[in-house]
């Protein structure tokens, strides 16, 4: 199982259990959002960073500009915070929807 490194706390962790982020906009400058193929397999390739799926992680990734500097980007995609949280709640859905 490859182990990712949190860009937030730091710990490692399976990579399928880490939400990925990627760089979007090569041309009008470097943007980071989330990989909609988190969780896949590695569906889109490139540079890639990881968090946990824990707003805490994401919180601490932001105050430390992991993100843009691990992606060599240049800012992070405006609704970054609301993506992210989206995300959670589509995922927990998911997962409970497979655990009935
Ligand atoms: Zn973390």
């Given amino acids: ?5 949190c860009a937030g706390c730091g710990g490692k962790f399976a990579k399928a259990s880490l939400v990925r982020f990627t760089v979007f906009g090569e041309v009008s400058g470097r943007i980071v959002g989330i990989d ?3 969780g896949d397999k590695d569906r889109s390739g490139g540079r890639g960073a ?3 799926p824990n707003p805490v992680c994401f919180g601490k990734a932001m105050k430390k500009n992991a ?5 060599r980007a240049a ?3 405006p609704g ?6 989206h995300f959670l ?4 859905n998911h997962d409970k929807k497979e655990s009935l």
């Fill in 75 to 77: 800012a992070v995609s």
């Fill in 1 to 5: 199982m490859p182990l990712r490194t």
């Fill in 80 to 85: 970054l915070k609301q993506d992210f949280e």
């Fill in 36 to 38: 909609p193929g988190s």
């Fill in 50 to 52: 990881y968090i946990c």
């Fill in 89 to 92: 709640r589509l995922r927990n």
């Fill in 67 to 71: 993100l843009t500097r691990r992606l």
